[in-house]
């Protein structure tokens, strides 16, 4: 790889999406999908008629809304639609705002006649090389924007080449035939802005060894803040190459990626493209900051529309895609805020506005109001007959709060934040493979991710359908609730006693004990996890003497319990404050 500055190439601009301000960039980001193809001679959208009347409408709706910034996935834009921007200014991008799409594969015929259509206020600019190579075709990325080129301001097609084969498909195709390019393109508004810069889906395997330290050193790259975008088409996006990637690039400050993928719903040669290799899309953006928005109205609605979030530590984040809707707008702050004061220079994260997919025409958008994650499909294919859980009106916060006190998975040092979302161990991806501990974003089906999942079903299924209504269990510490119809649940009110009860009567309200239940463990985990709920609890309060963890050992459910605490009997009235 060569890193190439667009200022070496005698070509500026101002780009919104790359200014330092304190205002949020609209990006457009189009997950397509389709029926892939690909062979000796090219690769790409195997409709080629409906894959151009998909991109139409996507950049006229770019230009209608004024989108900063619109990304596509890897193979996804037919060359058609390139020649049409350049020979039409009416879908061409406004003055401070890119385009950055990839196209399908394209023979150096066509790139030779897109050359040709340069002009005094055009500039097609690519690296010659590429027309010499015995090889058939290419991977083009085409960022497209307004620049200046020798003093004359032109509308600038920078065509980028992927520069290592992924070698995925059958036979071999994209390896056999692919002319590799050297050039990586890093496009900035000044030299205090951030950069832009992409790697094409396979190169992202290469970029910690092209990225020595005298090309950081030469980029800035450990000074300057840098917006990176990985279109892909790629049925495994969690391949541990691509983990390593993303894990490389947070690793440096003031950087965010941007990974795009085709969407679900995309076939190859006739078959799911994503069947085999976890069912999942996951594009998503991956991001630094210290200042994440945690209101959990803004991370349901998010949610709701298909942004599915997840804390990779302290500081990383990562928001999801859901694979069903083919485009996005998303408003994000800008990777690293220099202007303004302290208090507007927060960096919350990303927010979706509105999702689209296309209606049975390719040429029309529908407004999705809500995604399905179908979670609620999730619990009753495995037998979950919880009430709380299966309420859609409930929060999906809320229903991971239950589920993680229920199975024993929380921070009892955290005390009183142990429940925010920022804390809660299911919303932790687990940095080394990526494995989602979600139970409310289910739609990958890796096996590190189903294998949490089920047993988090089991335990569940096992304390609310078996332990629970068998009343000749509870020891001594929680005797008096055989009393009532008990409820693995969260009260209205559970919020004041900062959820750390997750027992209700048949009410809906609370009953102020804490039970989980952890299978066939050690005894040591059993013991860890009792001391881990009594640091929920401040000393001499009685919620410290309620707490039981629920174990198997054999076949035989036993407890761990504050066998100190005698069978506390409730008066009648039930009144839902009293033990």
């Known amino acids: ?64 809304d004024n989108s900063d910034l619109v990304l596509t996935p890897e193979y996804s834009c037919p060359v058609s639609i390139i020649t049409n921007i350049i020979a039409t200014e009416d879908i061409q991008p406004l003055t401070n705002k890119i385009w950055i799409l990839g196209g399908e594969s394209i023979s150096k015929e066509e790139l030779g ?56 498909w059958s036979d071999d195709v994209e390896r056999n035939n692919l002319i590799e390019g050297n050039n990586i393109y890093i496009i900035k508004n000044s030299n205090t802005s951030v950069r832009l810069i992409s790697f094409i889906c396979s190169e992202a395997m290469n970029v910690r060894t092209d990225l020595s330290q005298q090309v950081k050193k030469d980029i800035l790259w450990d000074d300057m803040p840098f917006l990176i975008l990985h279109p892909q088409i790629n049925p495994d996006p969690s391949h541990q190459n691509f983990v390593d990637f993303r894990k490389f690039i947070l690793d440096t400050e003031k950087k965010e990626v941007i ?22 899309a996951r594009s998503g953006i991956f991001f630094k900051t210290d200042e994440l928005n945690y209101d959990n109205s803004r991370l349901i609605r998010n949610h709701r529309k298909g942004l599915f979030f997840l804390h990779i530590s302290k500081n990383k984040f990562v928001y999801y895609f859901d694979g069903v809707p083919e485009l996005f707008h998303i408003e ?81 040092k955290l005390e009183n934040k142990w429940y925010e979302v920022i804390y809660l161990k299911s919303f932790n991806l687990k940095e080394a493979d990526e494995c989602n501990c979600r139970m409310t974003y289910v739609e990958d089906t890796y096996d590190s991710s189903e294998t949490i999942r089920t047993l988090n079903c089991a335990n569940l299924i096992e304390l609310d359908q078996a332990i629970l209504p068998n009343k000749s269990q509870y020891p001594e510490s929680i005797k008096d609730l055989t009393q009532y119809n008990i409820i693995l649940s969260y009260s209205h009110d559970a919020s004041t006693y900062k959820y750390k009860y997750n027992l209700t009567n048949d009410k809906g309200e609370i009953r102020k004990a804490t039970i989980c239940y952890l299978g066939n ?45 005698g069978s506390i009997t409730n008066p009648s009235n039930d009144n839902s404050s009293i033990f």
């Open 259 to 280: 990974s795009l993928n085709w969407g679900l719903n995309t076939f190859f040669n006739g078959k799911n493209w994503y069947s085999a290799r976890g069912n999942t």
């Open 1 to 64: 790889m060569n890193f190439i500055d667009i200022a070496e190439l005698n070509i500026s601009t101002e780009l919104n999406v790359l200014k330092r301000d304190t205002q949020r960039n609209s990006l457009l980001l189009y997950q397509h999908k389709g029926d892939f193809f690909a062979d000796n001679t090219r690769i790409g959208n195997a409709n080629q008629k409906d894959a151009y009347a998909k991109f139409l409408k996507v950049l006229e709706k770019a230009k209608k």
């Open 332 to 412: 994000n702050p800008p990777v690293h805020i220099n202007e303004g004061e302290a208090p507007q220079r927060r960096r919350e994260g990303p927010e979706v506005m509105e999702i689209y997919h296309f209606g049975n025409a390719a040429s029309t958008f529908d407004l999705i109001q809500a995604t399905d994650d179908k979670h609620l499909q999730f619990f009753e294919d495995r037998g979950v007959a919880n009430h709380f859980l299966l309420n859609a009106d409930n929060s999906i916060v809320d229903k991971e709060r239950l589920i993680n006190i229920s199975t024993g998975k929380i921070n009892g």
């Open 521 to 565: 463990v050690s005894v040591s985990q059993v013991n860890n996890t009792y001391d881990e709920l009594q640091k929920l609890f401040e000393e001499g309060t009685e919620g410290k003497r309620r707490i039981v963890v629920f174990y198997k050992n054999g076949t035989e459910i036993r407890s761990k319990y504050d066998e100190d605490a």
């Open 113 to 168: 006649q897109l050359s040709d259509t340069n002009q005094e206020n055009v500039l097609v600019y690519f690296e010659n090389d590429v027309l010499d190579s015995n090889k058939r075709y290419l991977d083009p990325l085409y960022y497209i924007f307004r620049g200046v080129h020798n003093g004359v301001t032109k509308l600038i097609v920078l065509i980028q080449f992927k520069t290592r084969h992924m070698g995925v």
